[in-house]
């Protein structure tokens, strides 16, 4: 059974997402209906990142350093779980300028911040990397979005810009996971597994996927926890 987040804990994500800018986030999240979206996730978003905060609750350790790429708005409680709770350190980032500054207008006062930039830029070691739904990004990587998520059109697939999104895709997957300390843990949804897989495999660094999938809310990719460098790699049943 998982921690239960503190009350204080709760109020706080409670209040970052009552003073998140909706209308603005709609435009960086929807082409059109921004705001039926956020109607619609905001509190499914609030929840269903409460649970999976309770859950790395009890997979982290305390003072140590998480490294989050693409931390949006489904990140928040996650976030404020591992800096309010476990006095971890946490360097989020995300590379849409408009959403980081409505992330830190309604963070004010809260001990973290979001940054604008390439996580790879991150500096120091971490034993958690939360990668969820970046790798597979339709915006950064369409042809390598399309495949990943069964969509692609073999009529329309453009193989060239395709091996290029893998290429910067396995630079930036190494770029962050050489940043693990090892044993260390990564969160990512169910569509990245591959690329955590194949960088573990290349270095015969061992690693454990485990068995159970978390819901999210928006992209709505569910999320698993893969153990890095603790034992060997472990196949899924499904
Ligand atoms: C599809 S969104 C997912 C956001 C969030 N993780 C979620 O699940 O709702 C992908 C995010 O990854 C960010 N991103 C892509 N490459 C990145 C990089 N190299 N460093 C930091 N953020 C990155 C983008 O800016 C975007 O915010």
Not at 42 to 49: A, K, N, S, V, W
Not at 153 to 173: G, H, M
Not at 204 to 230: K, R
Request: aromatic share 8%.
């Amino acid at each position: 059974m998982s921690k239960r987040l503190k009350t204080e804990t709760r109020r706080a994500i409670i209040q970052v997402f009552d003073r998140l800018d909706y209308a603005g986030l709609g435009s960086i999240y929807c082409d059109e209906g921004g705001y039926t979206f956020w109607k619609d996730r905001r509190g499914p978003c609030q929840e269903l990142g409460m649970k999976l905060a309770e859950v790395l609750l009890g997979r982290l350790q305390p003072k140590g350093r998480s490294l989050y790429v693409g931390a949006g708005v489904a990140e928040l409680p996650i976030v404020a779980m591992e800096c309010l709770e476990l006095g971890r350190e946490v360097a989020a980032f995300n590379l849409r300028a408009e959403e980081v500054a409505i992330l830190n207008q309604a963070c004010q006062g809260l001990p973290f911040q979001f940054v604008c930039d390439d996580a790879q830029s991150a500096k120091g070691p971490f034993d958690h990397l939360w990668i969820v739904s970046t790798l597979n990004d339709p915006e950064r990587f369409p042809e390598l979005s399309a495949l990943s998520y069964g969509r692609a059109n073999p009529v329309t697939f453009d193989s060239v810009r395709f091996a290029q999104e893998r290429a910067t895709v396995l630079e930036l997957t190494d770029g962050c996971l050489s940043k693990l300390v090892l044993p260390g843990l990564v969160t990512t949804s169910v569509e990245e597994i591959p690329w955590i897989t194949d960088w573990c495999t290349r270095r015969e660094i061992p690693c454990v996927l485990e068995e159970e999938d978390y819901p999210t809310a928006i992209v709505e990719d569910p999320v698993c926890l893969i153990g890095i460098g603790q034992a060997r790699h472990k196949v899924r049943k499904s």
